[in-house]
Nanobody
Framework: QVQLVESGGGLVQAGGSLRLSCAAS????????MGWYRQAPGKQRELVAI??????NYADSVKGRFTITRDNAKNTVYLEMSSLKPEDTAVYYC???????????????WGQGTQVTVSS
């Protein structure tokens, strides 16, 4: 079993910055990708940024403002968010694609979510 624990959410004024962290633990052989999604009230969950180690992809709405990084030694992914806007308000979820053993299937795991609120 794999657990993802997120931290770093909170309340910030528009134009401010926040840093989210997500640490994976448990039975991990390899992590193929780690990323961040968000879900605002009444909206579908959407991709924010994801890193496969080979490539990194961002939603158009966050390009130039958010940066995703990974610390593979710590099985941790970070999301540096700057120039935050009220429309960035959402619950942010971490996702990881994990193999638990050599030649095993890749499964996706989700964190519990962390609230980010940007006031105008």
């Amino acid at each position: 079993q794999v657990q993802l624990v997120e931290s770093g959410g909170g309340l910030v004024q528009a134009g401010g910055s926040l840093r989210l962290s997500c640490a994976a633990s448990g039975t991990i052989f390899s992590i193929n990708a780690m990323g961040w999604y968000r879900q605002a009230p009444g909206k579908q969950r959407e991709l924010v940024a994801i890193s496969s180690g080979i490539s990194t992809n961002y939603a158009d709405s966050v390009k130039g403002r958010f940066t995703i990084t990974r610390d593979n030694a710590k099985n941790t992914v970070y999301l540096e968010m700057s120039s935050l806007k009220p429309e960035d308000t959402a619950v942010y979820y971490c996702k990881a694609l994990v193999s638990t053993a050599q030649d095993s299937p890749i499964y996706q795991y989700w964190g519990q979510g962390t609230q980010v609120t940007v006031s105008s």
